[in-house]
C-alpha cells in the first residue's frame, strides 16, 4: 500500500512539474544569434561557444531522480527543473537577469497544488 502512495504522490509531483517548465518554456527568452564553434583564438573547439537561437528553451526538463540501482529516492524531493546542459551554461545567467523559472513557479503554485491535492 505505501509502494502504491508514493507511485501515485510521485506522479503529481510530475505533473506539477510539467506545469511549471510548460511555463518556463513559454517564458523563457529566445535569442537570434547562431553561430558554430569558434575555430580560432584561445577557445578554439570549446563545445560551450556555439550559440543555436531556442537551445535554453529545448533544454528546459522535468527529472525524477534515481538511485544507481534504479529504484527512485525515497522520503526525499525526487522530482526537479532543470534549465540548461553543458552547452547553454549561460542558463544562469540568463535566469538571474530575466527569472522564468522562478516566475513561473510562483505563477503556478495554484495550478500545482490542485493537481498535488494540498490546501
Known amino acids: 500500500m505505501d509502494q502504491t ?10 505533473e506539477g512539474a510539467e506545469i511549471v517548465a510548460n511555463r518556463a518554456r513559454s517564458k523563457v527568452r529566445v535569442g537570434t544569434l547562431s ?3 569558434y575555430k ?15 537551445r535554453l528553451k529545448k533544454s528546459i526538463r522535468v527529472t525524477r531522480l534515481k538511485t544507481k540501482s534504479g529504484k527512485a ?11 540548461g546542459k553543458k552547452d547553454t551554461d549561460y ?12 516566475t513561473s513557479l510562483y505563477s503556478s503554485i495554484s495550478e500545482i497544488r490542485s493537481v498535488i491535492g494540498a490546501k
Open 5 to 14: 502512495f508514493e507511485n501515485v504522490a510521485i506522479e503529481r509531483l510530475v
Open 35 to 37: 553561430r558554430p564553434i
Open 40 to 54: 580560432t583564438g584561445p577557445k578554439a573547439g570549446k563545445e560551450y561557444t556555439s550559440r543555436e537561437a531556442g
Open 73 to 83: 529516492f525515497s522520503k526525499k524531493r525526487n522530482v526537479r527543473i532543470y534549465a
Open 91 to 102: 542558463h544562469f545567467v540568463i535566469e538571474f537577469r530575466y527569472p522564468f523559472l522562478r
